[in-house]
């Protein structure tokens, strides 16, 4: 009988036999048979083999690389001519690894781990991890890792904060794999990790996506991590959400694809209203660095749609970061335009929508309705880029909406009646068969974006009139109202035009007022009101455009006196409406426009 003894010493010196000589022979072969050997004895020695775990382990995962079939090495430098992306090289690396035999002698080694041998086995994986030779050992490694956090957790808790620091330092690992690997593994370790060394970790990525944001390949890399935290990191992740939710609100409007689906999955493992409530503070001051000490367009840009964001969670109760955010926005607002900075346009308008009362009750010198009108009317006049144009006449519309009781006409129109005609034409790419379709040249795809400044342009005129005071209808009323009939004859395309005749019904409607008219319309501009109409009125292709010339038609009749010669005019435009397809809206104003007309006769 031989004693237990005896056959661990035998053991020891067939082991220490095949780690040292046959796996370190120059010999293909000899390394082949010399690791075929360790697997039988990993499978059949029981306990036996405890104190030599960490050897063995470490071989079979610096084995799954040094194996790998030749044919990937010849791949990975040839990869383009055979039009193979980095990652799926990987994928199949890693695809074959996994069916290596050694995996399964690993779980058999992960049973026999203890505390006799977890700091060499840990001192071995982490020596792996930071310098080992091929993907799918270092991918294996943390594989391993994870198995030993999952099943023998108790023994690695301890050594939490010296894992993290070497899986810190792998955090921009060059190879896509490796980088997911190893941030699983961290969240992982996180479940076990105490406060105290779990937080450098937690700081880093929040250093490397704020600090080092302009570069994209950092930024995703964080943002894996902060995913993994999130969904597999446990209750331990929670001692950290001050630092990670406002981390994680930014980052789901990240400009890149990639990262934003990894911030909104992180986000939906712990975002709430409730949450955004409870870390506005924290989300308030991650925005604020951004803005005011980043160099980074992309995280200005960024925290210009947080702000957005968080108007949509708390609404009026952004009041408490009101003057802040709003001396911020604005600050960063002024100067050159450059690329995403329309999103700080957006952010202010919902910013000024959500705390319009507290501005209006409490203004300041930087915070209050006058100054935030000259900001929006400072930006719109920008012409070097049309998307930042259109977010900026879209901007200064929901500003002025908000507002309704002040009054700021005169500086609107001095802006915008530029802004009107300043594109004509430009944008008339459906109307490639009008007579006045322009010939004029534009960047292709800023079409839309013209024809949406237009729209805008005119909304915020009717707006600011409407919101004007009677003493400024009546000194500015003649200028508008030419205005309006000019560029009611310019060719402009038809939703454009819808937009300029509900403006001039909406003139009509703040001109004729109960007991007093603030304007009294000229025989010549009756005419030409009636032509514009009549013109317009027998359009068969577009019914939103007739709706609404019926409209301005219709209040015009309302009110304003009408002599023989305009009546029959109007009637001869109706008799010739007879035959065209209505909606029941347009039938409606049809039937009472004929009757009024009839009745005038």
Known sequence: VVSTQSTGESLTIILTFLLKKGMLSPCEEAKRQALGQILKISQTAGDLITPHVPEIVAVLLEGLGAFEPAQFNYLSFHAEKYDISQEQLESARLSVSRMSPMNDTLDICARYVDETNILPLLDRLLAL????VGLPTRVGTGKFLIQLTT???????GFCGKVLRVLQSQIEDPSPSARKQFSLCAAYVSKLASVKALKPYVDHVVFLYVEKGENVSTKQSAAQVVRDLMKFGGENIKNYYRELIPLVFIGRNDPNEEIKKLMTEAWDECGSSSVVRLYSKEIVELITNCLSNSTSWELK???GLSVTSMETYLGENLKDYLQVLADLLISSISGRTWNGKENLLKALAALTEACKKQIEEKPSSTLSPSAILDVFL??????????YQKEAAAGLLKFLKSFPSFDAFLKVKEALYPVVEGDVGKSKKEDDNDK??????VKEGDQEKIKEIQKAAISSLSTSFASATV?????????????LLKISRLPFVWIVRVDILDAIQSFFDCIFLPGEDVYQITETQAKEIISVCGDLLPDSKYSSLRLSTIRALFTFVQHYKLNA???KVI???LENLSELKRSEEFFAIYGKLTTKINSSL
């Open 436 to 441: 006045a379709s322009s010939a004029t040249e």
């Open 129 to 132: 991890i930071r310098s080992g």
């Open 301 to 303: 840009s960024q925290a």
């Open 151 to 157: 099943n023998r957790g108790q023994l690695v808790k």
């Open 378 to 387: 400072n930006e719109v006049k920008k012409k070097g880029s049309k998307t």
């Open 565 to 567: 010669t305009e009546t």
């Open 471 to 483: 003493s400024t209808r009546k000194s500015a009323a003649s200028e508008y109202f030419a205005f």
């Open 571 to 573: 009637q001869g435009i």
